[in-house]
């Protein structure tokens, strides 16, 4: 246990040290609180007026609308709109819109016995078809225009708009909780967790062999504490970098969005502290697994560069459990979905999540674990047998063949 934690401490300091891994940690540290930004940046760079709100020029020389345009305002559509009755011309809109003193321009007038409406703005690369509220809002306004003239009763005018109740309602018999999107938005971040602190793994085993400090390791210590000391020791450091990163996207959520706006984009009611224990369960069982594998690919090479090629099996096993995981989530109830949350390779991605939307059954969940650590145990043994065989190696890469015969040698 002594060997197994100097292993372990060596590996974490020497993670920490790393130039590499500080400013790629700085790096995404900063991406977060830029991203968290945007909203903020957007609206300095903009020079919003402080009620926030855009203008948009509405002209209605032909006095189409008689009057009703006034309503817009009343809608709360998020706008000032600035409704003018005179004719203005196409230059003069395009002048506002240039100088910023409107956002877009709405042109209001009759053609051929018809309500013609165009809508300016600036530039179509960002808006390839008029916004949808607009169009909304002023079939709305001319409607209500419209049947005002016809003298109805308040009872004909009712009848007019349909009182419907709508109802979601589902067939499968299990209740599917929170939202799907969140889910897999989720599902993604564990997976990049747990993928990226399992590759580097591999990577420290070949540095060191180039290094010549293995050869020290191996005559000082047996080569299973050496794998497994290693694989704790990266996995601490992950555990930390990811509450790191999480901490300071909460913190950057709450300091800088404005009040509701991440609710309102995501669900976040399911995400409780039940889940955050489950899902740390499932990253550990999930980097152990990986991360052995990991190692074991990484004592197969004697060279960095040729660390990639090696890894190349193992990252294609990891992409398609991820890919099972995340698309059979779309109908977490399917018989799909629980195979992938089950089957060890997807399992970490797919069961937190299962769990989180209420349709995991405690026998699925123990079954699952105990396929992980079941599995864990296997690659493990595969793992520490070929590595002690293939550490030492300095010559060219060991292939399957010479791995099968290193795993039957006594």
């Known amino acids: 246990m ?4 100097i292993v372990a401490s060596y590996t974490i300091q020497d993670m920490l040290k790393k130039k590499t891994f500080l400013i790629s940690n700085l790096v995404i540290l900063l991406i977060i609180v830029i991203g968290f930004n945007v909203p903020n940046i957007i609206s300095a760079l903009e020079g919003e007026e402080e009620n926030g709100s855009a203008k948009i020029l509405v002209v209605d020389s032909e006095n189409v609308f008689e009057g009703a345009l006034s309503n817009l305002n009343a809608m709360d559509l998020g706008y000032e709109f600035i409704v003018e009755t005179k004719n203005v011309s196409y230059e003069e809109i395009k002048q506002k819109i240039e100088e910023g003193n409107i956002e877009d321009a709405i042109v ?34 001319y409607s209500n225009l419209q049947i005002s003239k016809l003298g109805l009763s308040q009872e004909q005018l009712a009848s007019l708009t349909p009182n419907f109740e709508f109802e979601l309602a589902q067939t499968a018999e299990q209740e599917v909780k929170g939202n799907v999107f969140v889910v897999m938005i989720l599902s993604l971040v ?23 400090i293995m050869e020290t390791l191996v005559t000082s210590t047996k080569p299973r504490t050496i794998v497994l000391g290693k694989t704790i020791g990266i996995g601490i450091v992950g555990i930390l970098q990811v509450a790191v990163i999480v901490t300071v996207a909460l913190i950057c959520a709450k300091t800088c969005l404005p009040e509701g706006m991440l609710e309102s984009v995501l669900d976040l009611s399911q995400i409780t502290p ?4 489950i899902t740390v369960i499932y990253f550990v069982l999930g980097y152990a697994t990986y991360a052995l594998l990991y190692a074991l690919t990484g004592s197969t090479v004697s060279k ?8 190349g099996p193992v990252a294609v096993v990891a992409m398609i459990g991820f890919y099972l995981a995340y698309f059979t989530m779309m109908n977490p109830t399917s018989n799909l ?3 992938a949350s089950i089957f060890p390779i997807s399992a ?32 493990a043994n595969i793992s520490i047998k070929i590595y002690s065989n293939a550490i030492l190696n300095y010559g060219s890469r060991v292939n399957l063949k ?6 039957r040698s006594k």
């Open 337 to 339: 979905n629980v195979f």
């Open 304 to 311: 960095p560069e040729d660390v990639q090629t090696a890894n």
């Open 190 to 212: 564990l997976f990049y967790a747990i993928y990226f602190c399992a590759y580097q793994v591999s990577s420290s085993i070949t540095t060191e062999k180039t290094s010549k």
């Open 274 to 277: 039940t889940l955050g224990v």
């Open 2 to 5: 002594k060997d197994l934690w």
């Open 108 to 141: 209001i007038n009759r053609k051929d016995g018809k309500v013609h409406i165009q809508y300016l703005v600036e530039n179509m690369a960002m808006m390839d078809e008029v916004p949808q509220e607009a169009v909304n809002s002023l079939t709305t306004i």
């Open 402 to 407: 010479d791995m099968i015969k290193m795993y």
């Open 348 to 379: 970490p991605f797919c069961m937190p999540f299962r769990i989180m939307m209420g349709v995991a059954t405690p026998m699925q969940v123990a079954t699952s674990i105990a396929v992980l650590v079941v599995t864990i145990l296997v690659v």
